[in-house]
Nanobody, 126 residues
């Protein structure tokens, strides 16, 4: 059974930082591309950042470029998202997900991801 468990969410003021983690089990972690997605009520889930299985190839949504950094530790089966200079518009439920397909350069389609965590809430106040 594949299990992805996010942690690290919380409430911060604008300009603050958070580090999200996603612990994975039940899959060959180093064979999967991984991603962070977010969703607010009433809106579609959107890609925030994705990383290839090797930890080098990355994708960032324009809205987070220069502020968020994705990384992974294949030895510890963990995915991270370092978020800095947070803005109120970053408020959302954040999900991690895994995709066995080849990395898609320049995109991170929600529909490609097969396994999902339960999410962790990030709330940024102004």
């Amino acid at each position: 059974q594949v299990l992805l468990v996010e942690s690290g969410g919380g409430a911060v003021e604008a300009g603050g930082s958070l580090r999200l983690s996603c612990a994975a089990s039940g899959l060959r972690f180093d064979q999967y591309n991984l991603g962070w997605f977010r969703q607010v009520p009433g809106k579609e889930r959107e890609a925030v950042s994705c990383v290839g299985w090797e930890g080098i190839t990355t994708y960032y949504a324009d809205s987070v470029k220069g502020r968020f950094t994705i990384s992974r530790n294949n030895a510890e089966n963990t995915l991270y998202l370092q978020m800095t200079s947070l803005k109120p518009e970053d408020t959302a439920m954040y999900y991690c997900a895994a995709d066995i397909r080849p990395f898609l350069y320049g995109a991170c389609p929600v529909g490609n991801f097969d396994y999902w965590g339960q999410g962790t809430q990030v709330t940024v106040s102004s």
